[in-house]
């Protein structure tokens, strides 16, 4: 034990080490110098949130594995078994086959769009894992503006899909690409607008502010009863419906149309593609658990709480753990929801979307604005 | 810091430029559209760099996410996915490049007025962290010193709206 804990301290000193390490490399480079407490500091940042990313990747290939575990069991099947132990390494083992596979385009395919698309989506998904907050002032970027950020870089799907449809000049590609981008533009207005309920509250885009002013006041899942449970339901369908998981994946239909906007894509590409549905996916679940479930807060705020449970909601470790059992919780969810529903219809879906979310967001936006009125008088 | 930041500036620039060319020299429409949205996500990134992130994720949403989808809905819908260049000179050309021109022009009139006054040192860097009332700021200059610059740029949108009707509209075979 004490030689396992002394090992710990060596590699926590190690890592002391990096950032100093780090600095007079860059300084050998010709021109450079960099000096001061400053410029520690934003290597000590830049490494804190480049390990964050990684974080998010690495989770990126355990939910995939949850999500097939899952969805076996409630299909009676046992799941990926046979690489590493549990199955663990099945997605490695894609993504691996995926790497090697011929790198193929249609002949008839526009290069440009047929590249551009698949850059854009990709470089768009990593860009939002910055402002997602894991626990008090842990964060890849504490921006003023998060939440819209992440909104305005999801924004850049719904070309990149229909351009990306229309480049790999096959039918199912385009049909599948329209598909996308109707349902994209369809459910990015309720979803943005149940969205503004929780703004008004916080009275910030800023997802840490967002957060804190939950675990100051309470969660916004019940505030304003029932204007924000309102905007929560919205929001998480409306999450669903964007990321074209099971029940809302009408542009892929595999039924209909093999792949929808995807099906020219093979090899690397593919896998990019697979990289950002379920990254699109983690993030839009992030986005439910930080909006309107509380974020990094242990538990919601209740009169007469024991000093032991007080001590935990401000320990930075068990918010780190809250979150992510919280993010689980709605991989789980959103396994579920796959695995019960059939697809539904084109038109009655984007009718749904128009007629039936869009005025029921903005009269849920319409109850958080007269709490909040009585809030601030 | 100030010579990365002018370096990016430059970089921004160049790009934009560059694809604001080809989504003019392009005979596809669709990938002039797609020209279209690489410009406008060169415009927003000016806009991070000059210190506006506000300013820069509502370009992404709007132009960079919708206006770029109804082009590229329009275009699809139409049918007129080619379009021929004109190779000869006409005269309606001339008349074309002096509207140009002209609007350059006015804009950049425009511009000096606006940010005449200022100097770009670099200092601008995009401080992330400040959370001031940007929105509040942002709405009174727009409504009160340059209430002027909107009808303007409202006419500029006006031309460019007129163009893409004359790019997508079907001629009649007689």
Redo the contacts between chains.
């Keep these: 034990m004490s030689s396992l804990l002394s090992l710990i301290d060596k590699i926590v000193e190690g890592i002391r080490d990096i950032p100093q390490w780090l600095l007079t490399l860059l300084n050998r480079i010709p021109y450079v110098e960099l000096q001061g407490k400053n410029a520690e500091r934003a290597i000590v940042v830049s490494l804190l949130s480049a390990a964050l990313g990684t974080y998010v990747l690495l989770n990126l290939l355990l939910a995939p594995w949850i999500e097939r575990k899952v969805m076996a069991r409630m299909m009676g099947r046992r799941g990926p078994v046979y690489v590493g132990k549990f199955g663990l390494l099945q997605l490695i083992a894609d993504i691996a086959k995926l790497l090697f596979k011929e790198d193929t385009m249609p002949m008839t395919a526009?290069r440009?769009?047929f590249n551009?698309s698949i850059y854009?989506m990709g470089a768009s998904t990593i860009m939002s894992f910055g402002p997602l907050p894991w626990a008090r002032d842990l964060a890849g970027?504490?921006?003023?503006?998060g939440l819209?950020?992440i909104?305005?870089?999801f924004?850049?799907f719904?070309?990149a899909m229909?351009?990306g449809g229309?480049?790999s000049n096959s039918k199912y590609s385009?049909i599948g690409g329209?598909r996308a981008?109707a349902q994209l533009?369809a459910y990015?207005i309720p979803m943005m607008i149940s969205v503004l309920g929780v703004i008004v509250y916080a009275q910030?885009f800023?997802l840490q502010?967002i957060v804190e002013d939950q675990y100051q006041n309470g969660w916004y899942i019940y505030r304003a009863f029932p204007g924000l449970l309102m905007a929560f339901v919205i929001f998480l369908f409306a999450s669903l419906a964007e990321t074209e998981r099971i029940p809302f994946d009408i542009p892929e239909a595999e039924a209909e149309l093999v792949m929808g906007p995807r099906t020219e894509f093979s090899g690397w590409r593919y896998g990019i593609i697979l990289l950002v549905e379920y990254s699109h996916m983690f993030v839009n679940i992030i986005l439910v658990v930080v909006l309107f479930l509380g974020g990094w807060d242990v538990i919601f705020p209740f009169n007469g709480m024991p000093g032991w449970l007080a001590d935990l909601r401000d320990d930075r470790l068990a918010q780190f753990i809250a979150i992510n059992i919280k993010i689980y919780l709605g991989v789980f969810f959103v396994t579920w929801v796959r695995t019960t529903f059939p697809r539904f219809r084109i038109d009655q879906f984007i009718e749904w979307g128009w007629k039936t979310l869009l005025p029921l967001s903005l009269l849920s936006l319409a109850i958080v604005g007269a709490y909040a009125g009585l809030y601030v008088a | 810091m100030g010579w990365f930041l002018e370096f990016n500036m430059i970089v921004i620039i160049i790009f934009t430029l560059f694809m604001a060319f080809g989504a003019l020299r392009t005979d596809?429409v669709?990938?002039a559209?797609?020209y279209l949205?690489?410009t406008l996500?060169g415009v927003a990134f000016a806009y991070l760099f000059l210190g506006s992130?506000?300013v820069?994720?509502?370009q992404?949403?709007v132009y960079?996410?919708?206006i770029?989808?109804l082009f590229?809905?329009s275009v699809?819908l139409t049918g007129q996915e080619e379009f021929q260049m004109d190779k000869e000179f006409v005269w309606n050309n001339l008349v074309q490049i002096l509207i140009a021109l002209l609007l350059f022009f006015t804009l950049t009139v425009l511009m000096l007025d606006v940010f005449g006054g200022y100097e770009l040192t670099g200092n601008e860097l995009v401080v992330?962290?400040?959370?001031?009332d940007?929105t509040q700021t942002l709405a009174t200059a727009l409504f009160t010193n340059y209430n002027y610059v909107l009808p303007i740029l409202g006419i500029l949108l006006l031309s460019a709206m007129l163009g893409s009707i004359k790019i997508a509209i079907r001629e009649e075979e007689l």
């Design positions: 526009d440009f769009g551009l854009l970027t504490n921006m003023s503006i819209l950020y909104f305005a870089v924004s850049v719904p070309p229909l351009l229309w480049a385009l329209f981008a533009v990015e910030s800023n502010a | 596809k669709m990938k559209a797609a949205l690489l996500w992130e506000y820069f994720a509502i992404l949403i960079g996410g919708g770029v989808v590229l809905f699809l992330l962290n400040e959370t001031q940007l």
